[in-house]
């Protein structure tokens, strides 16, 4: 019997020390390795008047950058190469007081392109340590939400603003982008709830070759009116796709109230708009790990609706990040 119970107890600690030697595995891969694959989505959105042009959009969120985040600026800098019509950002550009330059470097060369921004959580203040237990099991209406200290977003703002790039927190603009008309709309962000829709509430130019809103978190407070007020697309990050996701289940949380199946990617909300979701190219410093979800920068080519089947399917797919590492 001491011999059965002995084998019991061996076996027990073989499998125990494979399962640690697993998620050690596991965790390394996710903290030292797939944080760092920075990747290029590649998207086609018939979102486009039927007599509009195509149009290359750059959808950039969630840098969440620190000083030392040399690769990442690097990567960043170099997606300029894909000379897009347009450059979306879609806020948490900061993850540190200091970090302002670091994001200059990053998106200096795109800063030559046209851009709209809107700022998310953590633009305004800095990351803190959180129960990562809180976003698994307690509901987002439940969370207390705890703020790190103030950032320099002003300063961020102002820099955006003198290469001409428009700041869209609850303002609308009308501007022209590869000689075609566009109406951008942005509220502030949602998961501060901060946002205030009565702002920009209104139906846009309908002659418009698109009709673009823009928020940090996709709340689905948020979606809906920009939906009943015809908009053609929706963009937003905040949900990190989910960070962590399952192969074959996918997301585990979104950090909002938007459904986890549409954490990352294009999808529709409602009968005519579509819905654009970046997983982005950060983390939390103190969650730095990803994994089944890399960091992602996302060129979306618009096209006029009708003119693809993707007025059904709507998939986007991923193409190998150019060479920055």
């Given at each position: 019997m001491n011999?059965?119970?002995h084998r019991r107890t061996s076996t027990a600690r073989r499998l125990f020390a494979a399962t640690a030697a697993v998620g050690g595995v596991t965790l390394a891969y996710a903290a030292g390795i797939e944080r760092k694959r920075w990747t290029l989505r590649a998207a086609e959105l018939?979102?486009?008047?039927?007599?509009?042009?195509?149009?290359?959009?750059l959808h950039i969120s969630d840098l969440h950058m620190l000083p030392g985040?040399?690769?990442?600026?690097?990567?960043?800098?170099?997606?300029?190469?894909?000379?897009?019509?347009?450059?979306?950002?879609?806020?948490?550009?900061?993850?540190?007081?200091a970090a302002v330059p670091a994001v200059l470097r990053a998106l200096g060369p795109l800063l030559n392109f046209p851009g709209l921004f809107i700022f998310g959580s953590n633009d305004y203040f800095g990351p803190k340590p959180k129960n990562p237990a809180r976003y698994l099991f307690e509901r987002e209406e439940n969370r207390k939400l705890i703020h790190g200290?103030?950032?320099?977003?002003?300063?961020?703002?102002?820099?955006f603003m003198e290469h001409g790039w428009h700041d869209l927190t609850h303002a609308r603009e009308t501007l022209t982008v590869a000689g075609q008309r566009i109406v951008a709309a942005g509220v502030d962000d949602p998961h501060l709830h901060y946002d205030r829709y009565s702002e920009i509430a209104g139906k846009p130019d309908a002659d418009a070759a698109l009709r673009l809103g823009i928020t940090h978190s996709p709340e689905p407070r948020v979606l809906d009116p920009f939906a009943s007020d015809g908009y053609d697309l929706v963009l937003a990050g905040h949900t990190h796709g989910g960070q962590l996701?399952?192969?074959?289940?996918?997301?585990?949380?979104t950090n909002c109230e938007l459904d986890?199946?549409?954490?990352?990617?294009?999808?529709r909300w409602g009968a005519d708009m579509w819905l654009h979701v970046s997983a982005g190219l950060?983390?939390?410093?103190?969650?730095?790990?990803?994994?089944?979800?890399?960091?992602?920068?996302?060129?979306?080519?618009?096209?006029?609706?009708?003119s693809t089947s993707s007025?059904?399917?709507g998939e986007s797919r991923f193409n190998a990040g150019i060479g920055v590492r």
């Open positions: 011999s059965a119970r018939p979102v486009l008047a039927r007599d509009a042009r195509p149009l290359r959009v985040h040399t690769s990442k600026q690097r990567w960043v800098a170099s997606l300029a190469e894909l000379e897009p019509d347009l450059v979306v950002n879609t806020g948490d550009n900061l993850s540190h007081a200290p103030p950032l320099p977003w002003q300063d961020l703002r102002a820099a996701r399952v192969p074959g289940f996918g997301a585990l949380v986890r199946s549409r954490a990352r990617g294009a999808s950060g983390t939390s410093p103190f969650a730095p790990v990803r994994f089944a979800c890399p960091p992602e920068a996302s060129l979306l080519t618009l096209v006029p609706r009708g007025d059904e399917a």
